[in-house]
């Protein structure tokens, strides 16, 4: 059910586009589309996390301009402003606050020293920051076709591809084991699954 929240406003956009070869009907039908994502969040009581925040208001801001004054360009630089903004959210996360927010969001399922939790944090950081350049070179240098095709296709690609190169690293440095991993039916992790941070990150290298 989630997963279809995640993904009902963009679908609905490139439907109606290829349908209609409308930007600006199938940009309306986006901001209709994450009002009703965030109204759902909201019913089904579930927590409305950064990147829908950052993806809500860019929606209305970006969108909104693309309707009233006419251009696409707004519309098309919103995936490169909300990648940067989520770079920007982790760096800055880490670097004001010493907090990992990779690790808020995958530290019930995976224990692992800070030295792991700097690197996916920047891994992530950017990954996001390419992706808003990426998307740049495409809006400006193909049709509007290829760049909505990409919005959807392309960019769902590259963030199954990040995944795996997460898993990849954390398969590498052996994090993917009985120590790290933690067991969802057990309400607190075992001490003897609580890795040594500081010991770890002098043995690997402190990071920060």
Known sequence: ??????YIAILAFVVVYFITRD???ATGVLLVGVTVQVAAYYVLKKPIG????????????????????????FIQWKPSIVNWLLALVLIGAHLLKRVFLIE???????????????TLT?????????????????AYNFSMDTWVTFKFVGLLALNFVFILMTFGYLGIKGYLND??????????????AKPDNRAQDIAEGDVR
Do not use: C
């Not at 992530?124 to 390419?130: C, L, R, T």
């Open 1 to 6: 059910m989630q997963q279809f929240l995640d």
């Open 23 to 25: 930007i600006f009907l």
């Open 50 to 73: 950064s990147e829908l925040k950052i993806t809500f208001w860019a929606s209305m801001v970006l969108g909104g301009m693309t309707l009233l004054l006419r251009d696409e360009t």
């Open 104 to 118: 808020k969001m995958l530290g019930k399922a995976l224990v692992l020293p800070d030295s792991a939790w700097f």
């Open 122 to 138: 920047y891994f992530w950081a950017g990954a996001f920051a390419g992706v808003g350049l990426l998307n740049l070179w495409v």
């Open 179 to 192: 120590k790290h991993l933690i067991d969802p039916d057990q309400k607190t992790t075992p001490d003897s």
